[in-house]
């Protein structure tokens, strides 16, 4: 019965309950946006981290010094680059080296579906340790001369044809979300990307056109074996083989990383600024609505309604304008970042991965607790002055 | 004109949204650089051409009687289920889910058209109750 009066009072005056509900609202979307904002970011991070899956990066010395190779490895804004495929060799005999393999890249020119080129990435399943391990969770047979992996943002799927310089490649599978990169570009075996090098430097397309498709490869990725340290490989590599650039992967996240931590902390300040105001709103809204009300809560109380009912009403319709507004606020914060989460990768420019389902859920449910919290703690305020108001005063219009 | 309700206005806004925000807020990609479009372009079109209709109708509903309204919001509600079905199901958008269409329109017109939906077969149960007291 009393919950219905409360349902009442809600109902009897729309405005007042939707500005509530708009209050509560707009609070759970930024505390739930904000958090699954920052919770997307570091996955993105840390799924990055475990994608790049080496110590050491070589490249060619043109590369680092174009600063394009952030760009392409971290970015992936499609882009090539080459070197003699000697360096590699010269690199593999060099001591403290674990786990060796090279990485080709080309960008593909824009084909009949898209106006702009994707990354391809061709790799050596004998060697490789970066890619493989994660290709065999889609994808578990050896890849044939054509076949490509593609990425989970690229709009193609298993038994699709892609043709690219003219070649066509057949879509062996499709790669599980990652949150960076890797999720535009294509993957394939050494054969089938030096015959696309091959096909493209025969159409012209190429920006390097002296290369021989047979003897280059892009990067050199290395593991350090165990008794060598990063730092003392790395410098070996730059001292000892002429034309390269070696870099620690470690380094080259730094930057996103300092991003992230940038972006984070100021969503996270952002986040407790806007609950604090909320509650001071909040607190405001639910004192001028109660001394609006005070002639009504007098009647009440003429009628036999305790001093406990009385406050019970005010704590009623606060939880359920309250719970309202959360759960607006929250579906449309969840909703919203993953309809427009690649957008919102775009704008940002960080890798951005979105939480499972479960901590979407569990994010939702704080959130929700916060509002909650932040719109109950100030109607208690409200609801302990009008458990205290002298009816006769009120009545007699004296107070 | 009859009185205006709640799904009304909700219905109009909606439809307009939809309509002119295909075309000037969250459209396709932009042409080739040889001046040719990508399919998603006549993804674009196909959406408006149908928010067109579904505009004409939800202005239309404004000068109906309660029942006639219930029938159009329900013909509306279908429209907006078929306006989700257009990009990526009906007409195949571009290969890479970063470029504009899969980023930026699939997801509006795909909010926008079930919120459209919902708003029109909620309007026709309700105007069902109504009329069966």
């Known amino acids: 019965m009393r919950q219905n009066l409360a349902v009442r009072n809600l109902k009897a005056k729309p405005v007042r309950t939707g500005i509530l509900i708009l209050l509560t609202a707009l609070l759970s979307l930024m505390i739930c946006g904000g958090t699954l904002l920052v919770a997307s970011m570091r996955s993105g991070l840390a799924s990055l981290e475990a994608r790049l899956g080496a110590d050491i990066m070589v490249v060619p010395y043109e590369a680092k010094t174009k600063s394009n190779l952030e760009n392409i490895v971290l970015q992936g804004n499609p882009g090539y680059f080459y070197m003699p495929v000697e360096r590699y060799e010269k690199i593999a005999s060099l001591d403290g080296i674990a786990q060796i393999s090279a990485q080709f890249y080309l960008a593909s020119a824009s084909s009949g579906c898209c106006s702009i080129p994707v990354q391809i990435i061709g790799f050596d399943p004998e060697t490789d340790f970066t890619i493989t391990p994660w290709i065999r969770r889609s994808y578990a047979k050896q890849l044939q001369t054509g076949d490509i992996v593609v990425g989970n943002d690229l709009n193609a799927f298993v038994g699709d044809t892609l043709q690219f310089y003219g070649v066509n490649c057949h879509v062996a599978a499709k790669l599980d979300k990652t949150g960076t990169y890797y999720d535009s570009a294509v993957f394939t075996s050494v054969e089938t990307i030096r015959q696309l090098i091959a096909s493209s430097l025969e159409k012209g397309m190429n920006d390097f056109s002296d290369i021989d498709p047979q003897s280059v490869v892009s990067t050199v990725l290395i593991n350090v074996a165990e008794g060598y340290s990063t730092e003392e490989v790395m410098n070996d590599i730059n001292i000892h083989v002429k034309k390269v650039k070696a870099v620690q992967t470690k380094e080259m996240i730094s930057g996103i990383s300092a991003s992230l931590k940038g972006t984070s902390d100021l969503i996270g300040v952002l986040i407790v600024v806007v609950w604090g105001l909320g509650v001071v709103i909040l607190l405001l809204a639910f004192s001028m609505s109660v001394n609006e009300r005070k002639r009504e809560f007098a009647a009440l109380r003429v009628i036999g309604a305790s001093q406990r009912n009385l406050a019970s009403l005010v704590m009623q319709e606060a939880v359920l304008s309250g719970l309202a507004g959360a759960v607006c606020g929250t579906v449309i914060a969840v909703m919203g970042i993953t309809a427009f989460h690649t957008a919102i990768e775009e704008q940002l420019g960080l890798p951005f991965l979105m939480p499972s389902l479960g901590k979407q859920m569990l994010t939702s449910i704080i959130s929700i607790a916060a509002v909650l919290v932040a719109g109950t703690a100030a109607a208690a305020v409200s609801a302990y002055r009008i458990s205290r108001i002298d009816t006769a005063l009120i009545l007699r219009g004296e107070q | ?133």
């Not at chain 2, 928010?51 to 509600?77: D, H, N, Y």
């Not at chain 2, 195949?92 to 930026?104: D, G, I, N, T, Y």
């Open chain 2, 1 to 133: 004109m009859k009185k205006l309700t709640v799904t009304d206005v909700i219905l109009l806004v909606l439809s307009t949204a939809l309509c002119l925000g295909v075309k000037l807020v969250f459209h396709a990609c932009g042409p080739k650089e040889d001046g040719s479009w990508m399919t998603c372009h006549w993804a674009e079109q196909a959406v408006f051409a149908v928010s067109i209709g579904m505009m004409a109708i939800a202005v239309v509903r404004l000068f109906l009687e309660r029942r006639e309204k219930a029938g159009a919001a329900l013909a509306m509600s279908l429209m907006g289920v078929m306006t989700a079905l257009i990009p990526n199901v009906m007409i195949r958008l571009c290969m890479m889910s970063e470029m504009r269409c899969h980023a930026v329109m699939h997801p509006a017109v795909v909010i926008l058209s079930v919120l459209t939906a919902i708003a029109g077969a909620a309007d026709f149960v309700l105007s069902r109750k109504e009329g069966g007291k």
